[in-house]
C-alpha cells in the first residue's frame, strides 16, 4: 500500500492550492480518508476526513469553509483544495487511509500514511 502525497509549495496569503494523494495497493471507495498536518513545533492536527462512500465529510473549525476535501475513484486519488491560505496553514501536509468506515480526525484511526508535502503561505 503506498500513499503518494503532492501539490505542496509556496503560495502568498490569500492563494489555492491543491494537494494530491495518489493511493496504491488498496480500492479507495473503500476507505476512509484523512489529512493532518504539522507544523513546526506543534502537534500533529486532523484537519479533514472522507468517510468510505465519500458521502460524509469533517473539517477542522480552523479549515472550514476553506478547505474542501475530496475523492476521484477512477483515478483512486483523494484531494484537498485549500483556498484562502492563511500563513498559520504553513505546515507539512500528510494524507492517511483507514479501513473503518468512521470519518475521523484522529491520527490513531488511520493505518496507511503518505509522506508529507510542505505548504508554505508567506508574501
Known amino acids: 500500500v503506498q500513499l503518494q502525497a503532492s501539490g505542496g509549495g509556496l503560495v502568498q496569503p490569500g492563494g489555492s492550492l491543491r494537494l494530491s494523494c495518489a493511493v496504491s495497493g488498496l480500492r479507495l471507495p473503500n476507505y476512509t480518508i484523512g489529512w493532518f498536518r504539522q507544523a513546526p513545533g506543534k502537534e500533529r492536527e486532523g484537519i479533514s476526513c472522507?468517510?468510505?462512500?465519500?458521502?460524509?465529510?469533517d473539517y477542522a473549525d480552523s479549515v472550514r469553509a476553506r478547505f474542501t476535501i475530496s475523492r476521484d475513484t477512477a483515478k483512486n486519488t483523494a484531494y484537498l483544495q485549500m483556498n484562502n491560505l492563511k500563513p498559520e496553514d504553513t505546515a507539512l501536509y500528510y494524507c492517511?487511509?483507514?479501513?473503518?468506515?468512521?470519518?475521523?480526525?484522529?491520527?490513531?484511526?488511520?493505518?496507511?500514511w503518505g509522506q508529507g508535502t510542505l505548504v508554505t503561505v508567506s508574501s
Open positions: 492517511a487511509a483507514a479501513a473503518r468506515g468512521l470519518c475521523s480526525r484522529d491520527g490513531s484511526h488511520y493505518r496507511f
Open positions: 472522507s468517510q468510505r462512500s465519500g458521502y460524509r465529510t
